[in-house]
């Protein structure tokens, strides 16, 4: 079953006989030609994280102390890319809305394929836009002065944390468009990734905080997905004792975090996705 999306691109809907990941494949390249074709839905994905790396550690680089290596691009740099992996996410919901104004979904949905490979296809699509988004930050930051202590691990700890982070934000405007099938529900989709990041240690460190604002950082599950992403870049967080590497106390919290919210918003995806009818 082949159709033409509304950017004029065809498009493989697949068989009873396609296999699961040759569709996840099919939608995966379908979304980076989206990009090529519609760059506006792209860019500020890239352009922002970069711009919130030079405006934050400019703005507060006085207060590089606070962060425990007195260089503030190194804290505020993990935090910029783990925005940048939302934005990713966010904006394969809006891809998916945009198809279902144009009737193009109630082809997928009519296609001989599990739903579950739709939800699978814009998942690939949200981790390779992550990728290229935190590769890009992480290359401006590196020409900014940013130290990476942690080395290897601590880079590889940093994309763990962005590509589930990416997951978790595509699953979270997945489930509102299959709710809401309208680029309507896109302030709400982006309301909850500033709220979770915002109200964690996305700024400062809980130490720095007062008030209402670190008795919710300390249980909002993005800071220690902060903390994990930021583990080979501030010294107080890389293992002692042979002095280089990333500890597993700074990991360990982060992936937990990460596999509950990844579990819980997937579910509420799923259960979108099959209150839908063609």
């Given at each position: ?14 068989t009873a006989r396609t296999g699961s990941m040759a569709i ?121 002065g940013v130290a990476v202590p942690g080395g290897a691990l ?125």
């Open positions: 079953m082949t159709a033409v999306d509304d950017a004029g691109g065809r498009v493989d809907l697949g996840v494949r099919m939608m995966v390249g379908r979304n980076v030609r989206g990009i090529r074709r519609q760059p506006a839905t792209f860019i500020p994905t890239l352009v922002m994280p970069i711009f919130f790396v030079i405006t934050f550690s400019g703005a507060f680089g006085f207060a590089g102390r606070v962060f425990g290596n007195g260089n503030a691009l190194s804290w505020y740099a993990p935090m910029a890319i783990i925005q940048g992996a939302a934005f990713a996410g966010v904006t394969i919901g809006f891809s998916t809305a945009r198809d279902f104004e144009t009737g193009f979904f109630d082809r997928f949905l009519l296609a001989p394929m599990s739903r579950l490979t739709l939800i699978g296809g814009a998942l690939g699509a949200a981790v390779l836009r992550s990728v290229f988004t935190t590769t890009a930050v992480l290359v401006v930051a590196t020409i900014g601590g880079v590889l700890s940093l994309y763990l944390a962005a590509l589930g982070v990416s997951i978790a934000a595509a699953l979270w405007g997945l489930g509102l468009v299959y709710r809401v099938q309208s680029t309507n529900v896109g302030p709400i989709i982006q309301v909850g990734i500033f709220v979770s990041i915002f109200l964690s240690t996305a700024q400062v460190p809980i130490a720095a905080m007062s008030g209402w604002l670190a008795s919710v950082a300390r249980v909002n599950p993005m800071t220690n997905i902060l903390r994990m992403a930021r583990a080979g870049f501030v010294p107080d967080q890389i293992a002692p004792p042979a002095g280089f590497g990333v500890g597993w106390s700074e990991m360990w919290p982060g992936l937990v975090a990460l596999a509950g919210t990844i579990v819980v918003l997937g579910l509420f995806a799923i259960r979108g996705m099959r209150r839908l009818t063609p």
